[in-house]
C-alpha cells in the first residue's frame, strides 16, 4: 500500500462539526451576556454601570466574528486558518480590553490631576 502526501491538511467533517458546536456554544455566551447587559443598562450609579462598553464590546467580537467565520471556512491550509484564528482572538480581545479599560484610566487621570491641582492650590494659599 502505497501512501501519496499532498502536502494539504484538510478538516474531516468530524472537525467541522465540532467547530459549528463551537460555534453555537459561543453565540449563546454572547446572547446571554447580551441579555445581562440589556438589564443593568438602567443602573443609576454611573460608576458602575457599564453596559454600554459591554454593548461595544460584544458589538466587537460579533464584527470580529462575522468576518473571521468566512475566511476560516473558505482557507484549506490548517496552519493559515490557526493563524487567523490566533489573530481574530488577538484583535478581538485587544478591542475588548482598550473599550472597557479606557474610560477608567481616562477616570483615575482625571482624579489624579483634580487632587494635584488642588494641592498646590492649597500650599499656595498658606
Known amino acids: 500500500v502505497s501512501t501519496q502526501s499532498t502536502g494539504r491538511c484538510d478538516f474531516p467533517s468530524t472537525n467541522r462539526t465540532f ?33 454600554s462598553e459591554l454593548a461595544i464590546s460584544i458589538y466587537s467580537v460579533c464584527f470580529f466574528v462575522a468576518i473571521l467565520l468566512p475566511i476560516i471556512f473558505l482557507v484549506d491550509k490548517y496552519q493559515s486558518v490557526l493563524i487567523i484564528i490566533a489573530y481574530g482572538i488577538l484583535c478581538t480581545t485587544l478591542v475588548s480590553n482598550l473599550i472597557l479599560y479606557i474610560p477608567k484610566f481616562k477616570a483615575i487621570l482625571r482624579a489624579s490631576t483634580e487632587m494635584n491641582s488642588s494641592t498646590k492650590s492649597d500650599s499656595v494659599n498658606t
Open 19 to 51: 467547530a459549528f458546536i463551537c460555534l453555537a456554544i459561543q453565540a449563546a455566551l454572547l446572547a446571554v451576556a447580551l441579555l445581562i447587559t440589556i438589564f443593568i443598562r438602567n443602573i443609576q450609579l454611573k460608576d458602575y454601570n457599564e453596559s
